[in-house]
């Protein structure tokens, strides 16, 4: 069955430092997310990107994140100045385009990212 | 502003022993209601969605039902290996936004 890869599971980073969260969606999906979930909070939207560039973004999605479809099969999401409330993790996920609430977003596993 | 909220926070339930989730919600249109799955350190996999009220949905031994104002997702003689975190989205009419309720933890045991 496809699925959505991220890497890495786990990273560790200094407050201050940049971070680029990777992640392969599905070959044939057009719509990337990335979502975030603080530990025992609920998960929160970023970002939806399609036909490369963002079609929505919450206000969570402020001039610190960026993402990014370097080439045909990543997708990216970098964090230029880490914060120690940025620690979350982060899940990438894909849909199909005409299909996608039949279907729902497939998740990755996600990134753990924690800001020390 | 698109709300979820759930109940229970969490349910402790015996092999066998049927019950239902709740899942409340506020949004201006509904393109769709979620149900995901969530294990602990994975992310969210997708169990169904929801359009209108009235609508029902069944795979194995869950059930996810549909009203104006809330959904239920209903388990039937439930098993440890259901035992995972309950998600509840909805998504607005012309947004690709989901917004997630806190969930429900399941604990089934044997």
């Known amino acids: 069955e496809p699925e959505v890869t991220q890497t890495p599971s786990h990273q560790v980073t200094q407050m201050g430092q940049e971070v680029i969260l990777r992640c392969v969606p599905i070959s044939n999906h057009l719509y990337f997310y990335w979502y975030r979930q603080i530990l025992g909070q609920k998960v929160e939207f970023l970002v939806s990107f399609y036909n490369n560039e963002i079609s929505e973004k919450s206000e969570i999605f402020d001039d610190q994140f960026s993402v990014e479809r370097p080439d045909g099969s990543n997708f990216t999401l970098k964090i230029r100045s880490t914060k120690l409330e940025d620690s979350a993790m982060y899940f990438c996920?894909?849909?199909?385009?005409?299909?996608?609430?039949?279907?729902?977003?497939?998740f990755g596993s996600g990134t753990r990212l924690t800001v020390v | 502003e698109d709300q979820v909220t759930q109940s229970p926070e969490a349910l402790r339930l015996q092999e066998g022993e049927s019950s239902s989730l709740n899942c409340s919600y506020t949004?201006?249109?509904?393109?769709?209601l979620f149900w995901y799955r969530q294990d602990p350190g994975k992310g969210p996999e997708f169990l169904f969605t929801l359009y209108s009220a009235g609508e029902e949905k069944e795979k194995e031994r869950l059930k996810a039902t549909l009203t104006k104002k809330e959904s239920f997702l209903h388990i039937t003689a439930p098993k440890p290996e259901d035992s995972a975190t309950y998600l509840c989205?909805?998504?607005?009419?012309?947004?690709?936004?989901?917004?997630f309720g806190s969930g429900t933890r399941l604990q089934v045991q044997p």
């Open positions: 949004v201006s249109g509904l393109r769709g």
């Open positions: 996920a894909s849909s199909e385009y005409v299909r996608d609430s039949h279907y729902g977003y497939t």
């Open positions: 989205a909805v998504q607005n009419t012309g947004r690709r936004a989901l917004t």
